[in-house]
């Protein structure tokens, strides 16, 4: 029965995820996180984080280990887990695969029409909501933490290291969203790419966190 709920799952979101990977994120964490609940919303950012990391279009990796986890989670074995892997990244390419056998002459040869034209010009805007979406749905408590909650009844903002871990967090947010998109200083542009940027904040993970 998982097998066919991956399936109609992720076609659905292979054939509604305009934006590419980025714009299918926030498709995922709503079909897996919280329709099925198939993982935990920490569960999901550490599948984006191994995505990021990977070879590969993010959506796809996505789905790949989302298919594993959620057959992981449900106590089924190694085997079967892989087979949920190859459901789920089938799934949410064939869509894609289909429709562009489909329209690909179609749109080669109108792509320059007017109503076509109108078309993408009301998608783009929605394609940015969605990655909107996709990070806003990511900015969680397990994510970020927050000192300002309570955990069994006591305040986690009395804990020292809860507010230190929640000051990091947010400080590594803001920094990758600066030092990726870049900036320029007098004379020098400062940049960074995005593989170097998580390797420093794993590296830093691992000596604050």
Known sequence: MIFLQLFYTFFQIGLFGFGGGYGMLS??????????????AAD?????????????????????FAGYTALQNSGAEPWVCVLGSCVATFSVVLPSLILMLLISRFFMKHMNHPAVQSVFKGLRPTVVGLLLAATL???????????????????MGGDPNDTFHF??????????????????VGPFKI???????????????????
């Not at 950012?45 to 990391?53: N, R």
């Not at 940027?197 to 993970?205: E, L, N, P, Y």
């Open 44 to 64: 999901f950012t550490d599948i984006v984080a191994i995505s990021q990391m990977t070879p590969g279009p993010i959506g796809i990796n996505s789905a790949t």
């Open 167 to 184: 000051a990091v967090s947010i400080s590594l947010f803001v920094l990758t969203f600066v030092l990726t998109k870049g900036f320029t």
């Open 27 to 40: 498709l995922i964490q709503r079909e897996v996180v919280y329709n099925h609940s198939w993982m935990s």
């Open 191 to 209: 940049k960074i790419s995005p593989i170097k940027m998580i390797v420093v904040a794993a590296a830093i993970g691992c000596v604050l966190l």
């Open 137 to 155: 749905m990511l900015m969680t408590d397990e994510n970020f933490g927050n000192p300002f909650t309570e955990l069994f009844g006591k305040p």
